[in-house]
């Protein structure tokens, strides 16, 4: 089946299941149409907010990453902690998807609560990510589930994580219990959030630590893998972001085949796609050798997964400058972000044609934004952003969806709630939203389908 007749099968499934609600679902229910009228996005685009369980739901107790940032010391600045209360505030997260007049919501659904203990499914939070999937549907929003953003099982990593040879068939095995359970609403998924992660990170010259120091992945991770091997009391713990690639690439691409059969095996018959992390990589100086090296190393393996998935996903923020001995810092007069990446909104068009030279599938932007204090700046990156992802599509490439990164404000990895990529602005004294004027203009160009 290809991806068109997957999408149309599966609204009309659902449309059957759950009567008229269903109906309204804005969704990809038909291949938009390409060409559309200057400004215009295709009829049935996407447009939507990304998010991540970890980074929202708060006390993923059960996960390593807990684990990781609740040591000392810790490669996180602060520890997650309650994050937003998203577990407990889903209702009020789609209603903020709705109100900003998006029609697509992407989340992430947590292994870690879903098996908490090898073997042992929860059904109740079977229900409750069932729940989650079924809010959004019934409030007109396109549920797009990724399985696995980051974090995993902290048993799973305290057995070596995916350094054993049948940790591919855990997380199908997993991924089959989510398609049986959740299948017939899911809107399209992705096994695994930028499996490429710590590649891209090793490319990039302005990743800090949690002490201001400059990120070594390779050599930071083995002390600090032992040190959670310790707490937790095993010989071995592995966490993907402190993984080696040479072992878990290979087992991450047969765990996304693996569980990309499990998902088209359940109910549903929805389109499962591969996401990417790409950069904007701009050869100087004659780096131009020096950008086919990091494209071979850091996406191709997973550009090519995708082109055997039903769509590619890309995330992509800034761009990086590579000249022939290597990355480079930005140059003297480029202006910064919150993160310390260049400001440069114009990346993601460049990352989309890229895409799209390498891939025949459809993409979808499935995370894009700006970490920033001034929300005025995020509108100006917003519209940057579109303007250049919207000439990559007249030039040809096939996107069916926008997913800014991130809904919310909230903890960002080893940089805690220090950065603030939200639409919406939470206050961590009570979790009360509050929507961003940068939100609200989104939402405006998603309600008029475009530019
Ligand atoms: C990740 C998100 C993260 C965002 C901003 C992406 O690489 O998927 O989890 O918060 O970038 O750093």
């Known amino acids: 089946m290809d991806f068109d007749d997957a999408l149309d099968r599966r609204s009309i499934l659902m449309s059957m299941a759950a009567g008229s609600a269903l109906l309204a679902t804005p969704a990809a229910a038909a291949a938009p149409a390409r060409g559309a009228a200057k400004g215009s996005f295709p009829k049935g685009f996407l447009w939507g907010a990304s998010s991540a369980g970890h980074q929202t739901e708060g006390n993923n ?22 994050a937003c209360d998203s577990y407990h505030r889903w209702d009020e997260d789609v209603a903020l998807v709705k109100a900003l007049g998006l029609n697509a919501y992407r989340f992430s659904i947590e292994w870690s609560r879903i098996e908490p203990e090898e073997g ?27 399985l696995n953003h980051f974090s995993s099982p902290r048993w799973f990593a305290a057995r070596g994580a995916w350094n054993k040879p049948d940790a591919p068939e855990l997380f199908a095995r997993y991924a089959d219990r989510v398609s049986k359970h959740m299948g017939d609403l899911i809107g399209m998924a992705v096994p695994f959030n930028e499996p490429n992660a710590p590649l891209v990170v090793k490319w990039s010259p302005d990743m800090q630590s949690a002490t201001g120091q400059p990120m070594d992945i390779a050599s930071m991770s083995a002390p600090l893998m032992k040190l959670a091997a310790k707490k937790v009391g095993s010989d071995e713990f592995s966490s993907f972001l402190f993984s080696d690639p040479k072992v878990a ?43 086919a090296q990091k494209r071979q190393e850091v996406y191709a393996q997973w550009l090519e997964a995708a082109g055997r998935s039903d769509f590619l996903g890309v995330q992509g923020y ?28 114009a990346a993601i068009g460049n990352i989309v044609r890229y895409a799209a030279s390498q891939v025949k599938v459809p993409i979808y932007v499935t995370e894009n934004g700006i970490s920033t204090d001034d929300d005025a700046q995020r509108i100006a990156y917003i ?45 961590r004294t009570n979790f ?10 989104l939402g405006t160009i998603a309600k008029r389908n475009a530019i």
Not at 434 to 441: A, D, L, Q, V, Y
């Open 61 to 82: 107790v059960s996960s390593d990453l807990w684990v990781v940032e609740n040591m000392k010391p810790s490669p996180f600045r602060e520890r997650s902690g309650d």
């Open 120 to 146: 042992h499914f929860s059904l109740a939070e079977l229900d409750h990510y069932r729940r989650c999937i079924a809010a959004c549907r019934d409030a007109g929003i396109f549920p797009n589930v990724t």
């Open 249 to 291: 690439v290979p087992a991450m691409i047969r765990a996304h085949e693996l569980a990309m059969a499990a998902l088209k095996a359940g109910p549903g018959k929805f389109p499962v796609g591969a996401i990417v992390s790409i950069g904007d990589d701009q050869a100087v100086d004659g780096g131009e050798a020096k950008v």
């Open 318 to 345: 800034t761009r990086y400058l590579i000249g022939p001995e290597g990355p480079r810092k930005a140059g003297k007069d480029a202006q910064f972000t919150k993160s310390k990446w260049e400001y440069y909104p």
């Open 383 to 427: 519209n940057g952003a579109l303007a250049g992802l919207k000439n990559a599509m007249d030039e040809g490439a096939d996107v069916r969806g926008y997913f800014h990164w991130t809904l919310l404000d909230n903890w960002e990895w080893n940089e805690g709630f220090h950065q603030r990529f939200g639409l919406v602005d939470v206050d």
């Open 432 to 441: 009360k939203r509050t929507i961003k004027p940068s939100g609200r203009h």
